[in-house]
C-alpha cells in the first residue's frame, strides 16, 4: 500500500507540474505572439546571441536568443514600456562570413508568426516552432556581426574571442567530416550517409526518403539509440583498459555529449545520451540500471524546457520505442522464456503495435510489410554505421583507404534500397489510415494493454485483443456527407465524403505549384483516403487542375483513382487532353457531363448530384470555347434538406441561365463563383438562391483583386454567413442531411 501511494502521488504531482509548466510556456507565447502582431508589415531590426547555423535550400538559417527590438515606428513604445524581447527567433538569410556560434548579429528586415498548418495534414510550422522554443520568424535583408555580449553560459558555451570556443569547434569539426565524408561517398550515399552519422538531412533526396517512410524504415535516418551505443559503448571499452569505472564513464559521457551536440541534440539523441549516463554512473557506484526510470530523467529533463516538444514525433517515437521494448517487449518475452531470434522478433512486434497510432497520427499510412523489412534493415544498420565512421578516419590518411571502408556501407545502403523498391512492387505495400480520432486512441490502447495484462497474468490467447486494436484503426464508421474546401491559395480544391464514398471537385492553385504534393496528397492520407471514387474537373485553368495532374503523375503516393469526369465542352482542351493521358496511363476511367446528367451513386444513394452546366447546345469543333470559365462544370449537390451549389468559375451571363432553368431557391452552401469575382455573383443570382453560407476560395495578396468587396457585401446584406479559406484556412463542413456544422480549419486554434 505505501509503495502504490507513493507512486499514485508522484503521478499526480508530475501532473501538476507539467500543467502549471505549460500554461506559462502558454502565456510566455501568446505574449511573444502579440509582440510580433505589433511589428508585422513594417521593417525592423533585430538583434540577438547565434545558437545555431543551419544551411537550408535558399541560403542559412539563425537560431537567435534573446533577441532585442529595434525601430523608429516603436522608439515611443520603447521609452515608455521598455524593450520587449523574444526569447528565441529564426533568422533567414545569405551566407555571412565568418560568422560562428554565439557572436551577436544585429539584423533588418520582416517578422511574422511562424505559419500553422491551413489544411488538415499539412506541415505545422508554428507547432514546430514551437517545440523548439522559436517564438518568430525574421526574413533579414541585411546581417551584421556585432561585438560578443554575455549569454546563457554552459559547459559547453565557453566563451573566447567573441564566440563559443567549444560549441563552434564541435560545429567546425562537424564541417570537417562533412568535407571528408563528400570526398570518399557514392553521390546516391552521401546524403543518406550524412544523416545517419551526422544527423544533417539538408542533402538528404526527397525521393529516397519518402520510399524508406513509406517502407516503414525511415527512423534509421535518424540518429538514436544505436548510434549512441556504438559511440559511447566503443568509448568507454577503449577507455576500460587504462582506467576505472568512474573515469571511464565520465569520460565517455563527455564523448556522447560532443556527438549529440555535432548531431543536434534530438529528443532521440537527448534520451540515448542520458540514459547511457545514468547506465555508465550505476555501474560506476555498484547500482542497478532500472530502464523506466533512467528513461524518465531526460523526458522530464526535456519538457520542463520545452513543453511543446511533447507532440512533436521524434519526442514521441522515440520514448514509446523505449516502452514498448520494455513492456510489452522484453517483460513477456522473459515471462514465455523466449531468447534469440524470438525474443528480437516480438521486441519489434512490440514496438510496432504500441507506437502504430502514433505513426499514424503523423504520416497517416502503415506499411504492411514494415515488420519483416525492419528484421532484415535494424541489424545491418549497426555495419552501416561503423563502416561509414571508419571510413571518414581512413580519408584523413588516403582518400583511397576511406572508399574502401566505406564500400560495406553502400552495398547494405544499396540493398536497402532494392528491397523498398521490390516492396513497393506488391499490392498494398502502403495502408492508408488517416488520422486515428480520439475515441480510436483511447480504444486502441485499452485493447493493447488489456491484452496485455491478460497475457502476463494468464497465457497469450489474449494475443487476439492486439489484433481487434487493429482492426479499431480500420474500420471507424464515419455518418452524414462531409466537405472540405481546402486552402490551396489562389484557386479551388473540394474535397467530399459520404459513406465511404469520395469525390474530389477540382484542385489547383496559381500561388502554390506544390498544390499536389504539399497540400492534396498529405489531405487526402490523412483523411484515410486509400482510393479516390471520383475526381470532377469542371474546366482547365491552372489554378483548377494543377494539383489533380500531381496527383495523376505520382502513383508512388499510393493513392488509387476510380474515375474522372469533365465537361463535354472540354474534350479539346490542351490541359484537359493531358490529364486524359495521364488518366489512361494509370487505367482510370474517363466520363463526361453535361447539363441535366445525374452523377448517380457518385457519392452513394443519399446524395443527389445533378449537373446544371455547361449547356449542351452549342458545343463547338473540338471543343473548343473562347471563354472556358463560362464552360465550367456546375454541380448541385442535395442530402435531405441540404443542398450545396458548386459553380466553379461561371460568369453572370450563365449564373442568369441557370436561374431561368432551375429551381435554386434556399441553397445551404454555395461556392462563390470565380474565387468571388465581381464579373460573377451577381446580386440577382445571389438573392435568387438565397444561399446560408458562401464560401470564397482565394489566395491572400492575389493579383486579380478577389473576392470583390461588393460580392462579400451583397452576401453579407442578404444575410448569408461568410467563409474565406484566406482568412481561416480550409472550411470543413458536415451534415447529416438536417443538422449542420461548419467551421475553418484555423479557427480551431485556440489562439496560441
Known amino acids: 500500500m505505501p509503495v502504490f501511494f507513493g507512486y499514485f502521488v508522484t503521478l499526480w504531482l508530475g501532473l501538476v507540474i507539467g500543467t502549471l509548466r505549460m500554461e506559462y510556456e502558454e502565456w510566455i507565447v501568446r505574449s511573444e505572439q502579440e509582440i510580433i502582431r505589433e511589428k508585422e508589415g513594417f521593417d525592423v531590426k533585430i538583434t540577438g546571441l547565434v545558437t545555431e547555423i543551419q544551411s537550408v535550400e535558399h541560403g542559412i538559417r539563425l537560431s537567435v536568443a534573446e533577441c532585442e527590438w529595434e525601430s523608429d515606428i516603436f522608439e515611443e513604445a520603447q521609452e515608455t514600456d521598455g524593450m520587449r524581447n523574444i526569447r528565441r527567433m529564426y533568422i533567414y538569410t545569405d551566407f555571412i562570413d565568418d560568422l560562428r556560434l554565439g557572436m551577436s548579429v544585429s539584423a533588418s528586415g520582416t517578422c511574422e508568426i511562424p505559419e500553422p498548418d491551413r489544411n488538415p495534414g499539412g506541415f505545422d510550422y508554428r507547432q514546430y516552432c514551437l517545440s523548439k522554443g522559436i517564438g518568430g520568424v525574421f526574413y533579414a535583408e541585411q546581417v551584421f556581426l556585432i561585438r560578443s555580449r554575455e549569454g546563457p553560459k554552459t559547459v559547453f558555451s565557453y566563451i573566447e574571442s567573441g564566440y563559443w570556443t567549444i560549441r563552434e569547434t564541435v560545429r567546425l569539426a562537424r564541417l570537417i567530416l562533412e568535407n571528408q565524408l563528400e570526398q570518399i561517398a557514392e553521390p546516391e550515399d552521401l546524403g543518406i550517409l550524412k544523416a545517419v552519422l551526422l544527423g544533417q538531412k539538408a542533402d538528404m533526396d526527397e525521393s529516397i526518403y519518402e520510399l524508406y517512410q513509406k517502407n516503414g524504415i525511415a527512423h534509421i535516418l535518424a540518429i538514436s539509440g544505436l548510434h549512441i551505443s556504438i559511440v559511447g559503448m566503443g568509448a568507454w571499452k577503449l577507455l576500460r583498459f587504462r582506467f576505472g569505472y568512474m573515469v571511464s564513464g565520465i569520460i565517455a559521457f563527455f564523448v556522447l555529449l560532443a556527438y549529440g551536440m555535432m548531431t543536434g541534440f534530438g529528443p532521440s539523441v537527448i534520451r540515448a545520451v542520458f540514459m547511457m549516463g545514468l547506465s555508465f554512473f550505476a555501474g560506476a557506484i555498484g547500482r542497478t540500471y532500472d530502464l523506466p526510470s533512467a528513461m524518465c530523467v531526460p523526458a522530464m529533463g526535456i519538457l520542463l524546457r520545452k513543453p511543446y516538444m511533447l507532440v512533436q514525433a521524434s519526442f514521441q517515437?522515440?520514448?514509446?520505442?523505449?516502452?514498448?521494448?520494455?513492456?510489452?517487449?522484453?517483460?513477456?518475452?522473459?515471462?514465455?522464456?523466449?531468447?534469440?531470434?524470438?525474443?528480437?522478433?516480438?521486441?519489434?512486434?512490440?514496438?510496432?503495435?504500441?507506437?502504430?497510432?502514433?505513426?499514424?497520427?503523423?504520416?497517416?499510412?502503415?506499411?504492411?510489410?514494415?515488420?519483416?523489412?525492419?528484421?532484415?534493415?535494424?541489424?545491418?544498420?549497426?555495419y552501416v554505421l561503423i563502416s561509414g565512421?571508419?571510413?571518414?578516419?581512413?580519408?584523413?590518411?588516403?582518400?583511397?583507404?576511406?572508399?574502401?571502408?566505406?564500400?560495406?556501407?553502400?552495398?547494405?545502403?544499396?540493398?536497402?534500397?532494392?528491397?523498398?523498391?521490390?516492396?513497393?512492387?506488391?499490392?498494398g505495400s502502403g495502408l492508408i489510415l488517416g488520422i486515428p480520432n480520439g475515441w480510436q486512441f483511447l480504444g486502441y490502447y485499452c485493447l493493447v494493454l488489456g491484452g496485455t495484462y491478460l497475457m502476463f497474468r494468464y497465457c497469450k490467447r489474449w494475443l487476439f485483443l492486439w489484433g481487434a486494436a487493429f482492426l479499431l484503426l480500420v474500420f471507424w464508421p464515419r455518418t452524414g456527407l462531409t466537405v472540405t474546401f481546402l486552402d490551396v491559395g489562389q484557386g479551388d480544391g473540394i474535397f467530399l465524403e459520404c459513406g465511404g464514398k469520395t469525390m474530389l471537385v477540382d484542385c489547383g492553385s496559381s500561388q502554390n505549384r506544390e498544390v499536389g504534393t504539399e497540400v492534396l496528397i498529405p489531405f487526402l492520407k490523412s483523411q484515410g483516403v486509400q482510393t479516390l471514387n471520383t475526381i470532377v474537373v469542371t474546366h482547365g485553368d491552372q489554378d483548377h487542375v494543377s494539383g489533380i495532374r500531381a496527383l495523376l503523375e505520382n502513383p508512388e503516393s499510393g493513392i488509387m483513382v476510380d474515375q474522372m469526369i469533365l465537361s463535354e465542352r472540354s474534350a479539346g482542351d490542351p490541359v484537359c487532353l493531358e490529364l486524359l493521358a495521364l488518366a489512361k496511363k494509370r487505367k482510370i476511367s474517363v466520363q463526361y457531363c453535361r447539363a441535366g446528367d445525374r452523377l448517380t451513386g457518385v457519392l452513394g444513394d443519399k446524395i443527389d448530384i445533378l449537373c446544371l452546366n455547361p449547356a449542351s447546345e452549342g458545343i463547338h469543333e473540338q471543343g473548343m470555347d473562347s471563354d472556358r470559365n463560362g464552360d465550367s462544370v456546375v454541380l448541385q449537390i442535395a442530402y435531405r434538406s441540404f443542398s450545396m451549389l458548386l459553380t466553379g468559375d461561371i460568369g453572370s451571363e450563365e449564373e442568369m441561365r441557370l436561374m431561368d432553368q432551375y429551381d435554386l431557391s434556399s441553397v445551404t452552401i454555395l461556392k462563390a463563383a470565380h474565387h468571388g469575382s465581381g464579373y460573377s455573383n451577381s446580386k440577382a443570382f445571389l438573392e435568387k438562391i438565397k444561399p446560408s453560407y458562401v464560401v470564397f476560395s482565394y489566395g491572400e495578396g492575389n493579383s486579380y483583386g478577389h473576392p470583390a468587396s461588393g460580392v462579400v457585401n451583397i452576401c453579407e446584406e442578404l444575410g448569408a454567413q461568410v467563409c474565406e479559406t484566406a482568412r481561416s484556412g480550409a472550411v470543413r463542413i458536415w451534415t447529416d442531411g438536417t443538422f449542420l456544422q461548419i467551421e475553418g480549419w484555423l479557427d480551431r486554434q485556440d489562439g496560441i
Open 389 to 427: 565512421m571508419l571510413g571518414i578516419l581512413g580519408s584523413f590518411l588516403w582518400n583511397g583507404f576511406g572508399i574502401v571502408l566505406l564500400g560495406g556501407a553502400h552495398v547494405i545502403l544499396k540493398l536497402y534500397y532494392r528491397l523498398c523498391r521490390a516492396v513497393q512492387q506488391i499490392p
Open 317 to 382: 517515437l522515440s520514448f514509446l520505442a523505449v516502452i514498448a521494448m520494455f513492456v510489452p517487449g522484453t517483460v513477456l518475452a522473459h515471462k514465455w522464456e523466449w531468447k534469440g531470434t524470438l525474443e528480437k522478433l516480438w521486441v519489434s512486434c512490440s514496438l510496432q503495435i504500441i507506437s502504430l497510432p502514433f505513426v499514424l497520427l503523423h504520416s497517416y499510412e502503415v506499411p504492411a510489410f514494415g515488420l519483416l523489412l525492419n528484421l532484415l534493415v535494424v541489424p545491418l544498420m549497426s
